[in-house]
């Protein structure tokens, strides 16, 4: 069993389309979504749509909360993109995606994705430092501590957890259980402007992940961005540009 995991698109269309044409040469069986859909990019509501169209199962991001809830005024900019339909899809989306594999034991079989960690779509679980850290205080400099870490996984038992959130690719095995992230398909913050996902594998014992990068027209992207009426827009094109934390 081939799955593809797509994660952080962040409303970035063209980074979604190369990915997508990408998996579609992989032939996978399934793709699954791990959240971070529509907030911080020039097209949210067509990433939604083409998510929707391929009947890809997606788990709720935090910044997907955040445009439910809208907090700032990109939030706010996002969610008056979407459609009323839209907005409930966003709304109904769960925490967690499970998958079996054929002839496996769920939960001890199963492929976990999420968007963090299975109890939180916030959570800041760091497995590894993070490639390209900015400062000491970014946070993500520190691998998070054991005990801190089993209490993010809730409990959850898989033979591989997957996330993304943190834009970088990581592993850990935090109290018997392991756990990955994938890279950001819309906005890679590990200094490869490349867009990124992932590909697990089932060889009938394990989930086996392995990381891809696909080249897409970053700076058309940034060109169209900055065009845009999108708050917070120069911000996201310096991270997209860069391919790194930006701070203004």
Same mark, same amino acid.
């Given at each position: ?5 797509? !994660? ?85 989306? !769960? ?10 034991? +769920? ?8 968007? !963090? ?52 690719? !990581? ?9 990955? +992230? ?32 696909? +080249? ?11 065009? +845009? ?10 991270m997209l540009k860069a391919a790194q934390w930006?701070?203004?």
């Amino acid at each position: 069993m081939k799955i593809a995991i797509i !994660s952080d698109m962040h409303g970035n269309l063209e980074a979604l389309q190369a990915v997508l044409k990408d998996i579609d040469a992989e032939q996978v069986d399934q793709i699954i979504c791990g959240g971070d859909i529509v907030n911080k990019g020039a097209n949210p509501a067509e990433c939604l749509q083409l998510i929707r169209e391929r009947n890809i199962p997606s788990v709720m991001g935090n910044t997907d909360m955040d445009v439910l809830q809208r907090d700032e005024e990109i939030d706010c900019w996002v969610n008056d993109q979407l459609s009323a339909e839209a907005l409930e899809h966003l709304r109904a989306m !769960s925490l967690h995606h499970r998958l079996t594999p054929p002839n496996g034991k +769920s939960p001890q079989d199963d492929l976990l994705v999420v968007h !963090s960690t299975p109890r939180d779509c916030y959570d800041l679980l760091v497995c590894e430092p993070h490639p390209k850290p900015i400062t000491e205080t970014d946070g993500m400099t520190v691998p998070t501590p054991e005990a801190e870490a089993q209490e993010m996984l809730d409990g959850a038992v898989a033979n591989l957890i997957v996330y993304g959130h943190i834009h970088y690719t !990581s592993y850990r095995v935090i109290g018997g259980q392991r756990v990955a +992230s994938i890279g950001a398909v819309g906005l890679p913050l590990d200094g490869d402007q490349r867009a990124a996902y992932g590909i697990a594998k089932w060889d009938g014992d394990m989930w086996n992940l392995t990381h891809k990068r696909v +080249s897409y027209d970053v700076e058309g992207v940034i060109t169209k961005m900055l065009a +845009s009426e999108m708050p917070t827009k120069a911000r996201v094109a310096a991270m997209l540009k860069a391919a790194q934390w930006v701070r203004f």
